[in-house]
């Protein structure tokens, strides 16, 4: 997309003259920039007629943003290459923001095991989610920045198994708000607007271990996840090709709980009620961020969750020849 | 013979200033040493360039003596001894400050577009002492307050720094809100990098020489380590990329010591005062050291 707004004669941009018509075509040609006048000057010009000499006004070429891609943005990286979209649902503070931006911060120190970065489309997008996590561990009384978009949000990221691996893997990591999860398990209307999900590689589905610590609490938070999961099969939001995994985040809170059995709890009543209508459900235990490192590492069960957003079920394929843009980027392997 | 066209990128600070002062001061001395030689001054404003080569060859900080926008873009036009191909280094801003305003502004100029457009090798300048080489994580702080009870780490400002309690006193108004200054050195890499891979047209991989400065404290500090070794292990994020991204981006590692000698150390300075200009000079590729501190431009050439 492409607004080429000169009041000039001729093509003159940034104070310099194309040298001929086949430089301006190249700009024209370029599918995902913009050539942006800074209007600011020229009103400003306008309003002042003593100025004699007319400032020649500053175009710019737009970068990518860098930031959260709404439902309607996602095209920037789909067109480019083939995604895995993954949706991380949960109630408000169940982790999910924590899981993302954690993801971020141990691949700012390392490859995790065998996943190497890649690259993203959306960098300060983590930056924000990886720096108000920060601040909510080193500050108790700072409500963190959880995520409030009740529309989906999406990260991208690009992995590589190993560096001679031919093609990353491109995932595109959704969250949304807990509020909305909340309300969609009791309103038809909000659960109709997670349809989106019913495209997921995989659904990820976070119970807030906080909450099985107390046996007062326990047992809502588990019905919730039950209502939740059986509200979304039932208005065929997902099903029999949906991969699901219910996921107990703050791990290390929960474990060695005295009465607190995994088993009996999660795996055998949601095997039991829903394995037979999902395409395939898996159970995780995840400590993103433990209170300490003595007996949980940091992203404690991240690996696990990147193996199932991982599994392949089928050989994606490129993005369709009218999706593709003619840049250099997808001629080369990224 | 086509000419090529050369850029140098580097956040602030990173080294790129001493390097360009010491190639240019060595340049106009026609360095034995040195692959490259002046190919013209017939064009361009060579002030800047000559007022921080003298900052160099008198051992004085190459400082900030002019604005950025005084010193403006900046060419010099070299040409390559054996092969004769004549090239042009392009460095589009001294201070850094321009890359730093592409990562927040999310902008280039059209003028800058259009150069980048006619770049296909750069040289890409990394600090490995900067503080803000990676952001810390979570577990930094976590550890941090374990093994420091009553101290907290300070959350605006220089990420690495650390306050006691009492210094820190109440946090700034809008310390709550993030801004690009929280972001690393290494992911503002690695998106600068990007902007080239999504913003321009180029039918080969780009040609990056990606040099470590102040080798000179490096090789005292870790013996025997080799330029992308240092990258691998203080860059992570952005070693990672680059590995995963061979096809479109050719890395070859530099190590140099353009500088020489700590300023600060007086012994040192005098001892290097009775060497020749290019004899100050330390060029590591990983596998020869030598004094042609135009090593990493002649590979781009290549």
Redesign the interface.
Known sequence: MVSTNDTNEGNVVGGKELQNSKEVEKLDQAPDFYLDEDDSEADEESQNENIEVAKIPVKTVSLFKGEELKVAEITEVTYRFPVFKIYILGEHDSGKTTILATLFEIFQAAPFYDYHYAGSLTQIGFERRCFYSRLASGNDDFDTERTKAEEFRFLHLALKKSYLEKKATHLLLSDIAGEKIRRAKGNSEDMKDLSIISDSHHISFIIDGEKLIEIKTRQAALTQAKTFIRKAIDEKIIGEKTRLAIIVSKWDLVEGVEGFDYNQLLVTPFTRDFAARLNELDFLKIAARPENFKVFKLGHGLFDLLNLWFKFEKKMDDPSPEEMSSRMINNLIF | MPEQNISIIGLPASGKTTYIAALWALMINNSAHCSLQLHSLKEGNQEYLNKISEDWLSFLEVGRTMLAKEVGEVVMNLKNKASGTILTLNIPDFYGELFDA?FQD?????????LM?NSKEFIVFLDPYAENN??????D???F??DFEGM??V?VGKSVGRKKKEEVGSAPANS?L?KHI???N??KL??IL??L???????T?FKIALVVSKWDKVAVNHKGIKPEQLVKSNL??LY??L??????FNVKYFGISAQGVDYGDKKGVSEFANKLPEDRVEVFDGTILSKDIATPITWLSE
């Open positions: 592409h999310r902008e280039w100029s059209e003028e800058y577009f259009m457009q990676i952001a810390p994580t979570i577990m702080e976590r550890q307050m374990e907290e780490p959350l709550n993030y929280n972001t690393s290494q992911v690695v998106e990007q902007y891979i999504y913003t321009l047209t180029n039918e991989a992570p994020l990672q990329f590995s995963c991204n061979q096809h479109v």
